[in-house]
């Protein structure tokens, strides 16, 4: 695997990470359970940690690469949304039942594990990034075994079917997203031209403009007429 699509995986578990610490804290904040709040608020912190690891090994990463690559994998608050890792739609505590929630961490929490190992996999074996990201998978496999805990006590009557549904649903979400994000990808080389045909068209008109026109050293800004674009 080459190098940048090692860092376009960490860039994407960034957002991933980054969107969960934001759905717990809105779960921490809406919550009326105290117990559940605090679970949600560690959870909160375990995630904005992650974060910041995985910040800290794309930036490690990305330190012999080429400005042109590594400036493809700047991270940015609303690529969250674009991404597709918050929705537009509000925060999952929002828009979920309690139920598909805890189900949602749950089956997440799981598909979090087993994809850091293979990103740890990458890394190698026995280096410090590595362990690092070991440490992260233990967390997540504490934040699935909180989940199941919920789950057992306050859904004991829930199938193992109905838990094979629910994981199922997340992957084929997980699989749609990566799928979206590579359209976006393919539709930004086709338009890319037309995007720059357009921006050329409109710095030939600016050209055309006469600037004198449109001074406004001592004129009353007031006077001028409303519609003017200078
Ligand atoms: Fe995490
Ligand atoms: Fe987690």
Known sequence: MSASEILEILHETIYAEHGSALEMLAACKQTKSTSLAYGYFEHAKDEYNHTKTFKEI??????NCYVDIVRKFRITPIGLITKGYVSRKGYLIETMNLKDFIAYVYTNELLA???FAKIKKLLGPNNKDSNRISNIMD???????????????????LQPWQLLYYKTKETIKNKTRKLYHKNIIFLEKIFFPLYSLLTLISSRLLIILNLTEYKRTDCNLMDINARSIL
């Open 113 to 115: 594990e087993t994809s």
């Open 58 to 63: 794309l930036s490690n990463k990305s330190y």
């Open 139 to 157: 967390d997540e496999l504490r934040h699935h075994g909180m989940a199941k805990e919920y789950f057992l006590k306050y859904y004991p009557e």
